[in-house]
């Protein structure tokens, strides 16, 4: 079958960037492995996405927003760092902003986007089907799925996750680092009240972040050692709420698992380019950010809105959508908007996860130091609003 753009992978960059270019005039086939009606109702999976101001403007030009459970959208208020038992925090606050961003559950936002690229026209969606091959070239992409279809476009985009088959396929390199750490999310109800305010909390040997969600509840993720996680996940709920209180010493009192937890064992990827001939990288295929700073899925969003950008640009203009010039561009602009924050990742996550004496002084001068400077407080709230 011959269309203008295929899409592989149906998470939320995936779906996102096939609503994107609706209204373009473009034949769209979407493909994901899982079946549709995984898409259509997404179980909970523990993650509490931090959406930024900007990531919101998106998924309300998307028809989204609205879409969203008011129950499920939390506000983020304030947000601080702590590290080790020092009783000293790095704050960040919205000066202006009324506050940081919204916390909203990754299942919720997956569902609003499936329900608003359903029926789309020109939209075709093929479901329970995997990738066997793809391969790009001057003229054409080309995809041959697990059922036998074969199909043919001027465009490639795989966002199907930071270990995409797709970008093996084609031939693009990547780094991938597995950092041998796994973290546990799950929500918790507990006594003291959080104000609305996120705590990145870098202990000894462990990270904890508690997310404000609605009411006295928060969302806590818990970064270990793989084996540690995995013996922490085993508890059952009664002993793990202990353990979560034990861990946060008790910063927002007893907590309580009022909800399934989940496990992922932490993963980086930078992928060397982001684009190939008739093919582009959006989401975690081009990125897969460490949770620390919360910044994957804003990027994924705001990936994909450049990409939808330039391909209608094209459209309307006459020329091809999957040119070398639409590629170039998208890739030399996501590069640019990512490089920085992966990389002040990575060096924020080797410093505060560095359990050696001159790293442990470095990190707690460093959150004292960004305390005493207006402009490193106003860059970082200027990244958490605005991406």
């Known amino acids: 079958m011959d269309c203008d753009?295929?899409?592989?992978?149906?998470?939320?960059?995936?779906?996102?960037?096939a609503r994107s270019v609706a209204g373009c005039g473009l034949e769209v086939v979407l493909v994901e492995r899982q079946p549709a009606e995984k898409l259509a109702r997404p179980r909970?999976?523990?993650?509490?996405?931090?959406?930024?101001?900007?990531?919101?403007?998106?998924?309300?030009?998307?028809?989204?927003?609205?879409?969203?459970?008011?129950?499920?959208?939390a506000p983020l208020v304030a947000a601080r760092v702590i590290d080790g038992f020092s009783p000293f925090a790095l704050e960040f606050d919205p000066e202006g902003e009324g506050q940081l961003g919204w916390l909203v559950s990754n299942h919720r936002i997956r569902e609003a986007l499936w329900q608003v690229t359903t029926g789309q026209p020109g939209l075709r969606t093929v479901t329970g089907a995997a990738v066997d091959y793809a391969r790009t070239g001057a003229g054409a992409a080309e995809v041959l799925l697990s059922s036998g279809e074969r199909l043919r476009a001027k465009l490639l985009v795989a966002a199907d996750s930071r270990l995409?088959?797709?970008?093996?396929?084609?031939?693009?390199?990547?780094?991938?680092?597995?950092?041998?750490r796994s973290m546990l999310v799950c929500r918790v109800q507990h006594e003291k009240p959080h104000a609305g305010v996120a705590t990145e909390w870098f202990g000894r040997r462990q990270t904890l972040a508690l997310l404000p969600l609605n009411g006295n509840q928060s969302s806590v993720a818990l970064t270990l050692p793989e084996g540690e996680i995995a013996r922490i996940n085993a508890m059952a709920d009664g002993a793990l709420g202990e353990e979560l209180t034990r861990r946060s010493a008790g910063r927002l009192g007893q907590m309580r698992v009022t909800s399934p937890r989940a496990a992922y064992p932490l993963i980086t990827t930078w992928s060397r380019?982001?684009?190939?001939?008739?093919?582009?990288?959006?989401?975690?295929?081009?990125?897969?950010?460490?949770?620390?700073?919360?910044?994957?899925?804003?990027?994924?969003?705001?990936?994909?809105?450049?990409?939808?950008?330039?391909?209608?640009?094209?459209?309307?203009?006459?020329?091809?959508?999957?040119?070398?010039?639409?590629?170039?561009?998208?890739?030399?602009?996501?590069?640019?908007?990512?490089?920085?924050?992966?990389?002040?990742?990575?060096?924020?996550?080797?410093?505060?996860?560095?359990?050696?004496?001159?790293?442990?002084?470095?990190?707690g001068a460093a959150l004292r130091?960004?305390?005493?400077?207006?402009?490193f407080r106003s860059g970082v709230r200027a990244m958490l609003t605005a991406n």
């Open 44 to 73: 909970y999976d523990g993650r509490e996405i931090a959406l930024t101001h900007g990531s919101v403007s998106i998924l309300k030009r998307l028809g989204v927003w609205e879409r969203l459970p008011a129950e499920d959208v």
């Open 5 to 17: 753009v295929i899409i592989v992978g149906g998470g939320p960059a995936g779906l996102a960037f």
């Open 164 to 180: 995409s088959p797709v970008r093996e396929h084609l031939g693009i390199a990547a780094e991938v680092n597995r950092l041998g």
């Open 369 to 375: 130091i960004g305390a005493r400077m207006p402009l």
């Open 273 to 363: 380019h982001f684009a190939a001939a008739r093919a582009a990288l959006i989401g975690d295929a081009a990125v897969g950010m460490h949770p620390v700073t919360a910044h994957g899925f804003n990027l994924g969003l705001s990936g994909q809105a450049l990409l939808a950008r330039l391909v209608a640009d094209a459209v309307r203009g006459g020329r091809d959508p999957g040119s070398e010039g639409v590629l170039r561009s998208y890739e030399a602009g996501h590069r640019m908007a990512a490089r920085p924050l992966y990389a002040a990742t990575n060096m924020i996550v080797k410093l505060y996860t560095d359990e050696r004496l001159a790293a442990r002084a470095a990190r």
